[in-house]
């Protein structure tokens, strides 16, 4: 009869000669990496039916790195987590709607090895849908503009400009397409924007229709905060090995919109001051 493959990864040397040497006892075969990056080199390449990894790891990525690569390579695969942190709360929720199982560190071997068995006795784990942040924007557009118009309408600065639905809105649609594009592309984060025509031409509106310069920082502001909240509510489907790059690279095609909407403004501003 076959052993039960699992993938073992620590950055610790003892963890991982000690623990895969009581795996291995106990039945297992057993594969070890000391880095995210070796354990994606593992998954690449082999089959495991279950992953045992460290939550906390130094260098790029962590756990739920290894942890959406099993997903995606192996979907059937048990996957457990090992932390040192006990009290997580919210984060061990969201985490757990990614991995099988977070395991306490240290844990007395006995257990950790039934903990596994019970899993693999248990069948294969129910398949996940796991999403880009991309993709859930792209399909949550309407739901978190939405939003959005219910948070502004909560600044009385921001109202006291009485314009319709769609004037206050219509921008939305083509700046989410702006922000899912920049998510697609490879452009790095921090680099020259992505020229918008979109966000000029907002810029001469929201001049023209008697915004200030704070009224239109706090609508992108607003803005930033709906699509994170949009997040938040999917985490049971996001692709957590994606989601920090994600965050920052919203985050910065915003604030890039927001700057070429105020270049237009200022400029318009600057014209309607000239003398006639």
Known sequence: MALTTILLVDDDEVVR??????????????????????????????????????????????????VSAMRHANPKAVTML???????????HAILMQADEILVKPMEVNALVDAIKQRLASGPPAIRVVETVAAILERSVESAIKEWFKRIQTDKKVMSVSLSYEQRCGHLPQVFRDVVSRLLSSKPIGSKELV?????????????????AAMMVEESRMLQVTIFDTLQHNLASIDFSVLLVGVMTIADEIDSQLSQAMDSYIAESVEDALPA
């Open 17 to 66: 000669f000690s623990l895969g040497r009581i795996l291995e006892q106990s039945g297992f075969d057993v594969t070890t990496a000391a880095s995210v990056t070796e354990a994606l080199k593992h998954i690449s390449s082999s089959q495991f039916e279950v992953l045992l990894s460290d939550l906390h790891m130094p260098g790029a990525g962590d756990g739920l790195t290894v």
């Open 82 to 92: 090992l932390s040192a942190f006990p009290e997580m709360d919210a984060a061990a």
């Open 196 to 212: 918008s025509p979109a966000a000029a031409q907002h810029g001469l509106d929201r001049r023209k229709q008697g915004y200030t």
